[in-house]
């Protein structure tokens, strides 16, 4: 069946420095990828669909490329901001990773 | 514009009580239907999926069950409740195998 491996959090960051995100996949079928993000005492939120292989999605600064070869989509952004605060998942169709949960400091 | 609506918005129950979580989607016909657990600080747990009427297929069942009387409902339910059962779940809905999911605001369940 599908699975998806995500690195686990939590993930501690100041204002302005960079994220990386790791996740990988198994599946038979086609893959269907998903970044979600999810605040405290919410359903979680689609952040972005990634695309075919070798293309970026992206959204508000965050952005994957899906690498067919590796079976991963890393999620990464530039310069984090304390609103990015939250909790990150990747998915395989409905299959959701462990979550990172991301603190960004002033 | 598709909505999605959970209830109840929060419950305290006891051991060995009854429960009964409900969700309905408006405006998507023939949806895609998912529930989650997630325990407080954890990860998402795919419990049940269901794509038509009367069809549910566990994943993983935590001795809960769920059903589907009707193409806009999907039904979370038990009748002996565990304090491992405490946590927040959550119905979603999707347009076929490979949308999107739509989540709803989530049930918040103590078990004391």
């Known amino acids: 069946g599908d699975s998806v491996t995500q690195t686990e959090g939590p993930v501690t960051l100041s204002e302005g420095t960079s994220l990386t995100v790791n996740c990988s996949y198994e599946?038979?079928?086609?893959?269907?990828l998903f970044w979600y993000v999810q605040y405290p005492g919410e359903g979680p939120q689609l952040l972005f669909k990634?695309?075919?292989?070798?293309e970026k999605g992206s959204n508000r600064g965050f952005e994957a490329t899906y690498n067919k070869e590796a079976t991963s989509f890393h999620l990464q952004k530039a310069s984090v901001q304390e609103s990015d605060s939250a909790v990150y998942y990747c998915?395989?169709?409905?299959?959701f990773g462990a979550g990172t949960k991301l603190s960004v400091k002033p | 514009a598709q909505t999605i609506h959970q209830w109840p918005v929060a419950e305290i129950k006891a051991v060995g009580s009854p429960l009964s979580l409900g969700c309905t989607i408006k405006g998507k016909s023939s949806p895609n239907l998912y529930w989650y657990w997630q325990a407080t600080g954890g990860t998402l747990q795919q419990l049940f999926y269901?794509?038509?009427?009367?069809?549910v297929e566990s994943v993983v069942q935590l001795n809960l069950s769920a059903s589907r009387p009707k193409d806009d409902q999907f039904i979370l339910s038990t009748e002996k409740l565990l304090l491992s059962h405490s946590g927040f779940y959550l119905c979603?809905?999707?347009?076929?195998?490979?949308?999107?999911?739509?989540f709803g605001e989530g049930s918040k369940l103590t078990v004391l």
């Open positions: 599946t038979k079928q086609y893959p269907t």
């Open positions: 998915a395989l169709r409905a299959r």
């Open positions: 269901s794509i038509t009427v009367g069809q």
């Open positions: 990634v695309p075919k292989a070798n």
């Open positions: 979603a809905w999707s347009q076929g195998n490979t949308g999107q999911l739509y």
